[in-house]
């Protein structure tokens, strides 16, 4: 049972315009919420997260927004850059284990074209 | 900045072999993490550690099992290769929670083929 979906295996935007990335989870026990980007051949890296309790979280051009209700998170990209282009994973983590263990969406492919 | 290397980028093995994949950290990182990385259903958790000697299953065990005999060092082991453990690899680790996220940090990946 996949409790984080990302149902868009891929998206194209064009260099300049928003890039929206969406992950639905079926949780509502998640208290934080991350997104990672991940280039060919490396390990996946941190971009942003978000507590259960904010509906909202920026960092430069980056943001994510939470919508509790919906059990629908998304990662805002503006403006979107060619260096943007890669898969990136929506992940769910429960605030009450100790060893902060995450639960992964499939990924979302993003390209941004020049 | 934290370091997590994972000793090959790729690996070749065959079936019914016995296979060791090796995870070194270097930010004196309590949790440590396996994952394996499939198209379409992204990073799966093998296994996790959260203190060295304890460990945990995590969503997909079966035909695995892990070391952590030193505090940086967190290992996975196949015990009969097979084929359908073709997948690429990820080591990742962590601080504790204590209240507020802590990502975790990846590992480059050991792309295994087993054939």
């Known amino acids: 049972d996949q409790q984080v979906k990302q149902n868009s295996p891929s998206l194209s935007v064009q260099e300049g315009r928003i890039s929206i990335l969406n992950c639905d989870y079926t949780?509502?026990?998640?208290?934080?919420f991350l997104w990672y980007k991940k280039y060919p051949a490396e390990g996946p890296t941190f971009l942003i997260s978000i507590s259960s309790i904010k509906d909202k979280n920026e960092d430069g051009r980056f943001t994510v927004f939470l919508n509790k209700s919906a059990k629908h998170l998304s990662l805002h990209i503006v403006p979107s850059q060619p260096g943007d282009s890669a898969v990136y994973f929506c992940a769910a983590q429960y605030g009450s284990s100790n060893t902060g263990k995450l639960i992964f969406g499939q990924g979302t492919t993003l390209q941004v074209k020049p | 900045d934290v370091k997590v290397t994972q000793s090959s980028r790729y690996l070749v093995k065959r079936t019914g072999e016995k296979v060791f994949l090796e995870c070194v950290q270097d930010?004196?990182?309590?949790?440590m993490f396996w994952y394996r990385q499939d198209p379409g259903l992204g990073l799966r958790l093998i296994y996790f550690s959260y203190d060295v000697k304890m460990k945990e299953k995590g969503d997909i065990p079966e035909g695995y099992s892990v070391s952590r005999e030193k505090k940086e060092r967190f290992s996975l082991i196949l015990e009969s290769a097979s084929t359908n453990q073709t997948s690429m690899y990820l080591c990742?680790?962590?601080?504790?929670?204590?209240?507020?996220?802590?990502?975790?940090?990846f590992g480059d990946g050991t792309r295994l083929s087993i054939l």
């Open positions: 930010m004196d990182h309590e949790n």
């Open positions: 949780n509502s026990m998640f208290d934080y």
């Open positions: 990742a680790s962590s601080l504790p929670w204590t209240g507020y996220n802590q990502p975790q940090h």
